[in-house]
C-alpha cells in the first residue's frame, strides 16, 4: 500500500508541474505589454502596415547636435534601449531629482548592452556644469537644439506634450520618456515620483528581456 501512495505522490510531483508548465507555453497569455506609441497613417488615413505589422513613428533627432557640435543622426536611438530627458535653461529642483534619478539608469548598464541616456536641452553660449556632468557619464550624453526650434523638438520630435495617466498636468521636464532598438517610442514616466521611476526601470528590463529573446 506504501509502495503504491508513494508511486502514486510521485507521479502527482512529476506530472503537475508539467502540465502547469505546459499550460502556461502554450495557452497563457503575457498580461504586461509595453505598448507602442503613435502608429502611421498613410494618406487615406488608414494605419501603415507592414509585413503584417503596424507601423509606428520612430525618432528622428532633427536639429540636435552633440555637446560637442556635431550632428545627431538617427542611429543615436538604435540598436539600443535609449532613455530621453528634457532639461531645461534653469533647472528647479524637481529637474535636478530627475538628474540624480538618470544615474540609477546606469547601473543597469552592465546586463543591458547599449542603453543609453540622452538629455535634451536648448543650446547656450555657455554650457552649463550640470551639462557637462552629464555628458561626462558614462553612456550618458547631451543633446542641444536651437531655442527657436523648442516646440518642434519638444512636441513634434519627441511628442513630450503626451499625457501620462493621474499625471495630466506634467511638462516636458518632468517627463523621461524610453526608446526601444528601432527608434520607437515605448513609455512616457514621471521622473521625479518613485512609482514611476521604478515603472522605467522594470520596463526597461522587460524590453531587454523580450528583444534578446526575439533574436
Not at 540624480?100 to 547601473?107: E, M, N, V
Request: glycine residues 6%; charged residues 25%; proline residues 5%.
Amino acid at each position: 500500500m506504501n509502495k503504491f501512495l508513494k508511486a502514486g505522490l510521485l507521479i502527482v510531483t512529476l506530472v503537475i508541474p508539467a502540465l502547469i508548465f505546459t499550460f502556461l507555453r502554450y495557452f497563457a497569455t503575457n498580461h504586461y505589454e509595453i505598448p507602442f506609441y503613435f502608429p502611421q497613417f498613410n494618406p487615406s488615413g488608414e494605419v501603415m502596415i507592414s509585413n503584417g505589422d503596424t507601423v509606428y513613428y520612430q525618432i528622428n533627432p532633427k536639429y540636435l547636435k552633440s555637446f560637442k557640435g556635431n550632428a545627431l543622426s538617427t542611429d543615436q536611438f538604435r540598436n539600443g534601449l535609449t532613455v530621453v530627458s528634457y532639461a531645461p535653461e534653469i533647472c528647479d529642483d524637481s529637474c535636478k531629482i530627475i538628474r540624480d534619478q538618470l544615474a540609477r539608469i546606469k547601473t543597469l548598464g552592465d546586463g543591458i548592452s547599449g542603453l543609453k541616456v540622452i538629455t535634451i536641452t536648448e543650446e547656450r553660449q555657455v554650457p552649463s556644469g550640470d551639462d557637462e556632468t552629464i555628458a561626462n557619464r558614462e553612456g550618458c550624453s547631451v543633446a542641444m537644439f536651437p531655442k527657436d526650434k523648442q516646440r518642434e523638438v519638444l512636441l513634434e520630435t519627441f511628442k513630450l506634450g503626451t499625457t501620462i495617466p493621474k499625471f495630466e498636468a506634467a511638462l516636458p521636464e518632468q517627463k523621461l520618456m524610453l526608446v526601444d532598438r528601432d527608434g520607437c517610442i515605448r513609455g512616457y514616466y514621471m521622473g521625479a515620483d518613485k512609482a514611476e521611476f521604478d515603472r522605467l526601470m522594470a520596463e526597461i528590463k522587460i524590453l531587454n528581456y523580450e528583444e534578446e529573446n526575439s533574436k
